[in-house]
């Protein structure tokens, strides 16, 4: 029972930055991990960004040094900062919570998604 709801999405010119971010509420307590992962028209959805709670951190190799995944605990929110976009850049960006009971069970819940388009 974990909700997510993702913001942030719009239209930029590339170079130019974008932060999304993603709430989290409902059964916050035993997420392990989060992330931001995308799809484009076409193509697979793929991994962009996780952070784990003692703020381990991993990045697809196309979007390392120009995205930074980061989390409020307070806020029960997850941001991604994206500068220097490019027009690979665009796509649905969905938000990722890893979810383990008491019995090391694990779940993964997925936001609604957010649209990021980049124009050249």
């Known amino acids: 029972q974990v909700q997510l709801v993702e913001s942030g999405g719009g239209l930029v010119q590339a170079g130019e930055s974008l932060r999304l971010s993603c709430a989290a509420s409902?059964?916050?307590?035993?997420?392990?991990?989060m992330g931001w992962y995308r799809q484009a028209p076409g193509k697979q959805r793929e991994l962009v960004a996780t952070?784990?709670?003692?703020?381990?951190?991993n990045y697809t190799d196309s979007v390392k040094g120009r995205f930074t995944i980061s989390r409020d605990n307070a806020k029960n929110t997850v941001y991604l900062q994206m500068n220097s976009l490019k027009p690979e850049d665009t796509a649905v960006y969905y938000c990722?919570?890893?979810?383990?009971?008491?019995?090391?069970?694990?779940?993964?819940?997925w936001g609604q998604g957010t649209q990021v388009t980049v124009s050249s």
């Open positions: 409902g059964n916050i307590f035993r997420i392990i991990a």
């Open positions: 952070i784990t709670r003692s703020s381990t951190t």
């Open positions: 990722n919570a890893e979810h383990r009971n008491v019995w090391g069970a694990r779940r993964d819940y």
